[in-house]
């Protein structure tokens, strides 16, 4: 497989809102991203991937655009965005900008315009229908609760929004739409951007005619477009949104061949422990055997036919400390765990921010504590189908998206350090012991567990293109697979919960030297190994560059 540089690349997602304030209103903006690009570089990120900076009504905080070539008030100007690029470039570190190009705000010129008649050149940029016997055109539901058709009365038509009112889907097979869609790719390209991180690219072959959101007949051929018409022309990392994919799908979005896509993010392991018998959003225990089969099957189905992204995190999914780990007792040695587990892998791995310190989710207590758009429609429609307050509390709890998306604690000052004003969302109260002071002063910290991990990456290629397999242990909750390369083995043993539990090392070599664990050191004796709660080791039978 030819070499590409975003193959030994990791990557830091930053959600801008909530990363740094520096103007004491209270929000994360551009110049406080830029105040702490040294703590990235120290970190050892190669690239940072922004949720979106674009000009915004924030009805879904950024990924409603108004604006695809400006940007957003709050976080500050284009010479700031410039400036980031810039400051980022100086210590090695690219930008991935986000493309949310499925939809747009309600607030997007274009919608304006194409509201404005039926003949408007602009109609057709987004989707309308008729009604059907005066009502919606078919039953398609929002994945923010409720019908995806939002009805105006100035044409007596609908339009199709699979997101929230104000984020009109675009009508894709309008050849206008990839055009300006290819052009603004292009123009921030040229600004010296280093990718794209592709928002729900799943949905742009769509046919909502036929009840077809995700995976539409149309979408690779589009993306192949996309690539010829705009960034194939560059060396960039691309990275699609794809909840629905399949290893089919991610073969071809991702395939060595270059027509798509680098890579996508698959969430196949982060639906492991969804409830789907149930009404209302919940979680049941993860089977840990599942996850460990599910990991395995994407390392060995991808080989040579695509490339991994490697995540457990996003600004949309609960925190997988609090989640999987155990966010009370064992909160550094869990979240190491999962570090180790996934960063010993094959792909280009992704911290989100706040990962690196083990930060947790934040329960509330009620609805008005809650800022995220799709937990509060979900609140209001199923409490008016008669769902109890605590029910609903409890569901958001577990899945909502405001979990991620508290400020980041960097010291145990007023409001971790984040703002020196009134924070835009509550900070987690718990920031006055984890923060990113307090993990660097500890000699236990989680931060230079990952610093340890991206360091590894770059300097071992078993790491990086190195053969995985799977090693069967009786163990449900233990893991263990090789990854092998020019006769370099590496193996990685963890234990994914807290039992104690032991696993025969027979398929060891003699030579065993220590790469990284969570503990002191391991325990091994006649080649058993004694596995403690959440314990990862990773040996190898040459000694690896740190
Ligand atoms: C993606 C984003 C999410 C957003 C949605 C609509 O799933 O990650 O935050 O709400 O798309 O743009
Ligand atoms: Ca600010």
Same mark, same amino acid.
């Given at each position: 497989m030819e070499e590409k540089w975003w193959h030994d690349s990791v990557i830091y997602q930053i959600y801008p809102r909530s990363f740094q304030d520096s103007n004491g209103d209270g929000i994360g903006d551009i110049p406080g991203i830029i105040n702490r690009l040294d703590y990235l570089q120290e970190l050892g990120i190669d690239v940072i991937w922004l949720s979106p900076v674009y000009k915004s009504p924030n009805d879904d905080n950024g990924y409603d655009i108004s604006d695809y =070539?400006?940007? /957003?008030?709050?976080?500050?100007?284009?010479?700031?965005? %410039? =400036?980031?690029?810039?400051?980022?470039?100086?210590?090695?570190?690219?930008?991935?900008?986000?493309?949310? !190009?499925?939809?747009?705000?309600? %607030?997007?010129?274009?919608?304006?315009? *194409?509201?404005?008649? $039926?003949?408007?050149?602009?109609?057709?940029? @987004?989707? #309308?229908?008729?009604?059907?016997? %005066?009502?919606?055109?078919?039953?398609?539901?929002?994945?923010?609760?409720?019908? !995806?058709? +939002? @009805?105006?009365?100035?044409?007596?038509?609908?339009?199709?929004h699979l997101f929230s009112k104000k984020q009109p889907d675009l009508n894709w097979e309008n050849p206008s739409v990839r055009q300006e869609i290819w052009d603004l790719i292009t123009y921030w390209l040229d600004k010296g951007i280093g990718g794209f991180r592709m928002d729900v690219i799943e949905m742009i072959g769509k046919q909502p005619d036929k009840g077809i959101t995700i995976n539409g007949p149309m979408l690779h051929e589009y993306l192949k477009e996309m690539n010829r018409e705009s960034f194939g022309k560059y060396d960039v990392l691309t990275v699609g949104e794809a909840w629905g994919a399949d290893l089919e799908h991610a073969k071809q979005y991702s395939n060595p061949n270059g027509e798509e896509l680098s890579m996508i993010f698959q969430f196949e392991h982060l639906t492991l422990d969804e409830d789907h018998e149930s009404k209302i959003w919940n979680l049941k225990p993860l089977d840990h055997k599942a996850l !460990?089969?599910? /990991?395995?099957? #994407?390392?060995? %189905?991808?080989?040579?036919?695509?490339?991994?992204?490697?995540?457990?995190?996003?600004?949309?999914?609960?925190?997988? &400390?609090?989640? #999987?780990?155990?966010?009370?007792? @064992?909160?550094?040695?869990?979240?190491? /765990?999962?570090?180790?587990?996934?960063?010993m892998m094959k792909g280009t791995p992704y911290i989100y921010q706040g990962e690196e310190i083990g930060m947790i989710n934040c329960p509330v207590t009620s609805i008005e +504590? &809650?800022?995220?758009?799709?937990?509060?429609? /979900?609140?209001?429609? $199923? $409490?008016?189908?008669? @769902? *109890?307050?605590?029910?609903?509390i409890h569901a958001i709890n577990l899945k909502g998206r405001d979990n991620a998306r508290r400020p980041m604690a960097w010291n145990n000052k007023k409001n971790g350090g984040f703002t020196d004003g009134e924070p835009w969302l509550k900070l987690n109260p718990n920031y006055l012991s984890i923060n990113v002071e307090q993990d660097r002063e500890n000699s236990e910290s989680i931060f230079k567990c990952y610093q340890e991990l991206i360091r590894l990456r770059k300097n071992n290629p078993v790491i990086i293109y190195g053969s995985f397999q799977r090693i069967p242990v009786a163990e449900d909750a233990v893991f263990v697979y090789k990854r092998e390369w020019k006769g370099v083995e590496v193996w990685v043993i963890v234990n994914m919960n807290k039992k104690l539990t032991e696993v025969n090392l027979n398929f060891l070599k003699d030579e065993r030297n220590l790469v990284i664990t969570n503990y002191q050191s391991p325990q091994i004796k006649n080649d058993i190994i004694s596995l403690r709660p959440y314990e990862a080791v990773v040996l190898s039978n040459k000694r690896l560059i740190r």
């Open positions: =070539r400006d940007i /957003m008030d709050e976080f500050g100007t284009m010479d700031d965005m %410039e =400036r980031l690029i810039a400051e980022a470039k100086k210590r090695g570190i690219k930008i991935v900008m986000d493309l949310v !190009a499925n939809h747009t705000s309600d %607030e997007h010129p274009w919608f304006i315009e *194409s509201k404005k008649s $039926k003949d408007s050149p602009y109609r057709d940029y @987004y989707i #309308w229908r008729d009604p059907v016997d %005066e009502k919606e055109p078919n039953d398609l539901e929002s994945i923010f609760s409720g019908s !995806a058709w +939002e @009805y105006d009365d100035k044409t007596d038509q609908y339009y199709l !460990a089969d599910v /990991m395995s099957k #994407w390392q060995i %189905e991808m080989e040579g036919k695509g490339w991994n992204s490697l995540f457990w995190n996003n600004h949309d999914t609960p925190r997988i &400390v609090s989640r #999987w780990g155990d966010d009370q007792d @064992y909160r550094i040695k869990s979240a190491k /765990m999962f570090a180790i587990m996934l960063h +504590e &809650v800022d995220d758009i799709q937990s509060r429609n /979900m609140y209001f429609e $199923k $409490k008016a189908e008669g @769902y *109890s307050d605590e029910e609903l």
